[in-house]
């Protein structure tokens, strides 16, 4: 681990046997009890203010420790908050609220009953492609809920509505696509157990119906969260099947696309730089013979710098970090403000991805950028766990003015 992935309690070590003391000779330096001090070393308790302050002074360490606390504290309360349905961002939920209400809503399904028509599942279409938008721009929050509840309504609708055949099989695809979109967006707040249950929800619905799209759809995210999860092998096992289902769909589709990312990405963990290379080329190569642009919503993000973006967190995995710097800004350039969500996770990871090559002023620079998109009613989990992590590494290099401003904004934000 290097310094600049210190924790607090490692640098405090580092810091103290440096200097060559021992924990009664730093207790009696800063007037703290030495307990204290070993617990805080031993990562068995969170310094207050008033600690790391009399430990910085007593150990000349021109306020490393106090950043590091800092931000420590700071992204220790985050992750206990993340997940609150009230905190941060009410008026994102809210407004997501009224988005969906504003589409028809699900309100009063339970007294729904009697003849279903095709208005009724175009209502349901709408909200889940309103809903994936706003996912895609402000990232999972609440949103999760208003798709688990688009959802219901489907399910509700099929089993107690009177329909023709041609509303079935509509009604039958936007309540999977529903799912799928419940599913993303839970994995993206951090629910994983949720995000997991409605793939394969979505999964069930796909092959009973033979949708490809929704079973394409769901066993690549399902690799997707593998891959989030450490599962490389389970990750490849899902994006071989997915692979099945999309070659005997369309060779032109930019679902045949889908897979071959996932399995660049699962090969990387495992530290196979020729199949993830082989994977990757592939991907492009089918999104170079992808033909005419009647796909379905959620392939939108198979674009040039999404699959920029995906290459360069497979070399960074790999240890190529040039190359994956190269790839994050030309994927940054690519992201509109539609994206804002994913811009901010390349900004974060671009940041990384300085850092491993010594470079602090751009790594500082990069996360500002993130901050930005961000500030602009972004609430994701995975990119605010990622900022947390970077924020940690930054905080030693207050000395560096482009960390020291992303620093003194991060610990302004929460």
């Not at 290459?311 to 350039?333: H, P, S």
Request: net charge neutral; with cysteine; hydrophobic share 45%.
């Amino acid at each position: 681990m290097g310094a600049d992935q210190e924790s607090f309690g490692v640098a405090l070590r580092r810091m103290r046997l440096t200097r060559g003391l021992s924990l009664r000779q730093l207790s009696k330096m800063a007037h703290i009890d030495f307990t204290l001090i070993s617990r805080a070393e031993n990562e068995q308790r969170q310094p207050s203010e008033v600690v790391a302050r009399s430990l910085d002074v007593a150990l000349a360490a021109g306020g490393e420790l106090i950043a590091i606390a800092q931000v420590q504290r700071v992204a220790g309360c985050r992750s206990g908050v993340t997940l609150d349905p009230v905190r941060r961002r009410e008026l994102l939920a809210t407004g997501a609220a009224t988005a969906v209400a504003s589409l028809g809503g699900t309100k009063d399904v339970a007294k729904r009953v009697g003849k279903v028509g095709m208005s009724d599942a175009q209502r349901l279409e709408r909200a889940v492609d309103r809903l994936r938008v706003l996912g895609h721009q402000h990232g999972g929050a609440n949103l999760w809920e208003a798709a688990t509840a688009v959802a219901a309504e489907g399910f509700y609708l099929l089993e107690h509505g009177q329909y023709g055949e041609q509303v079935e099989a509509v009604l039958l695809g936007v309540t999977s696509r529903a799912q799928m979109c419940a599913g993303w967006l839970a994995f993206d707040t951090g629910r994983q157990d949720a995000a997991r249950s409605a793939y394969n929800e979505a999964l069930s619905l796909a092959r009973q119906t033979a949708n490809a799209s929704v079973e394409v759809h769901a066993l690549s995210n399902l690799a997707h969260q593998s891959l989030h999860l450490g599962m490389p092998r389970q990750a490849l096992r899902y994006a071989e099947a997915a692979r099945r289902v999309a070659a005997a769909y369309s060779k032109h589709s930019k679902m045949t696309v889908v897979p071959y990312i996932r399995e660049a990405t699962a090969y990387a963990i495992e530290g196979d730089a020729t199949a993830s290379a082989a994977a990757m080329s592939t991907a492009r190569n089918r999104l170079d013979q992808v033909r005419g642009d009647d796909e379905d919503s959620w392939m939108s993000f198979v674009r040039p710098g999404e699959l920029d973006n995906i290459e360069a967190a497979t070399l960074m995995r790999l240890g190529q970090n040039r190359r994956a710097e190269a790839l994050w800004e030309r994927a940054i350039v690519q992201h509109d403000s539609t994206y804002l969500r994913n811009r901010a996770i390349s900004w974060i990871r671009l940041g990384v991805t300085r850092l491993e090559l010594s470079e602090v002023a751009g790594a500082g620079v990069a996360a500002g950028k993130a901050l930005d998109d961000l500030s602009a009613e972004v609430e994701s989990h995975v990119a605010t766990t990622e900022l947390d992590a970077l924020a940690v590494r930054l905080a030693p290099h207050r000395s560096v003015p482009e960390a020291d401003a992303f620093i003194g904004r991060y610990l302004e934000r929460v």
